[in-house]
């Protein structure tokens, strides 16, 4: 039943409804607590979560199993993902979890899995764990003097503080930038602004009032339009976006200006390459990173390497290529001297660190490359095999055809939503508008007669 519950990045949906229940949760809990066992030892579990209203139902449902499954757990309460991640190995846990739908609204919500080394799972163990979801693995369970304890754990937070702290040259401040830091009514609401403020810098911190539905409303990376406003109104040096996880980041320069996270990775690679930190010569993006980023590192003599869509595949390409530097054009920056999965935070340290370094407006740095003409639509569906259709297929093969060499188009269905996400990118700005608009029309017309 592989793919029936997990997608590309971990296990989401809505909350209250399949898979998102607390049924699933439970019985996750269960398969992978029995699935990361390993001796004899007391096994312990981290869990983080974010502000969604559903994650106090989705962590006892998940507790409740992690803990018939033998494994002792560790709440941490809200925590950013990175911090999940990190602190596995910190306090030598044999897995994680994290409670999150990223940047999806209140309503979603999400489980993610890291291993005993802070990674996400590979899919043979998701395949693994899923196939479990299907069985009755009740006599598998601890006996009664073997259930887990579970209890809050204090200063995590301040783990987490310090570890990101640490990320920037030494003996570096930030003193004298003021930033804009909005934090999506999101997990790293307490965390993001004090790293920032104990650095040194004037901190104006905005959406860090979670009421358990505002996470990412109009807000956080996604929704970029207020910290735009806040960074004109306050005069800030830059802006700081991260998402309901606070996994990725989206940067706004001193004119209000998007920096996705395309820019980022160019700007640290570049940084790093000078200084003679970048290893394996290169940088791993997805297939959805723009163009202009590959021909931008190719011109000082750097590959792009490109995976599936899904910050794990960066991940896993990075581990075996011996790559440090890798992400997404939306923001998630895997940097893996500091993390193994994307941390928005310290990637926006990095941009800091650049700031100061060479201190010029984040404009003038950000700016690497001029991206190619690139557009993403997104087409709803519910049920069938859309990409599948005999006239989807004959209008796919006619884009790509118009397209030509100097062009890419990439659909894919969205591995957390109902969505097949088509994208195109060339130098001819109309061709590439036109081609999306062709295969959106199509992909519509077929699911109008379906």
Known sequence: MAGRYFGTDGIRGRANRFPMTAEIAMKVGMAAGLSFQRGSHRHRVVVGKDTRLSGYMIENALVSGLCAAGMDVFLLGPIPTPAVAMLVHSLRADMGVMISASHNPYYDNGIKLFGPDGYKLSDDIENRIEAM???????????????????????????????AKRTLPQPMSLDGLRIVVDCANGAAYKVAPAVLWELGAE????????????????????????????????????????????????????????????????????????????????????????????????GIKLDLHRTKVGDRYVVEHMRANGLNIGGEQSGHIVLSDFSTTGDGLVSALQVLACIKQQNRPVSELTRKFEPVPQLLKNVRFHGGKPLEEAPVKAAIEDAKNRLGASGRLVIRPSGTEPLIRVMAEGDDRQLVEDVVNDIVGVIAESRSAA
């Open 133 to 163: 979801l299907e069985e009755n693995i009740d006599s598998a369970l601890a006996d009664s003097d073997g259930i887990g304890r579970a209890k809050r754990v204090d200063g995590v937070h301040d783990r987490y503080i310090e570890f």
């Open 203 to 298: 901190v104006i911190a905005i959406n860090v009032e979670p009421n358990g539905f505002n996470i990412n409303q109009d807000c956080g990376s996604t929704h970029p339009a207020g910290l735009q406003k806040k960074v004109h109104e306050v005069r800030a040096d830059i802006g700081i976006a991260l998402d309901g996880d606070a996994d990725r980041v989206v940067i706004v320069d001193e004119n209000g200006t998007i920096v996705d996270g395309d820019q980022i990775m160019a700007l640290v690679a570049e940084s790093w390459h000078s200084a003679g930190r970048l290893v394996g010569g290169g940088v791993v993006a997805t297939i959805m990173s723009n163009l202009g980023l590959e021909r931008y590192l190719n």
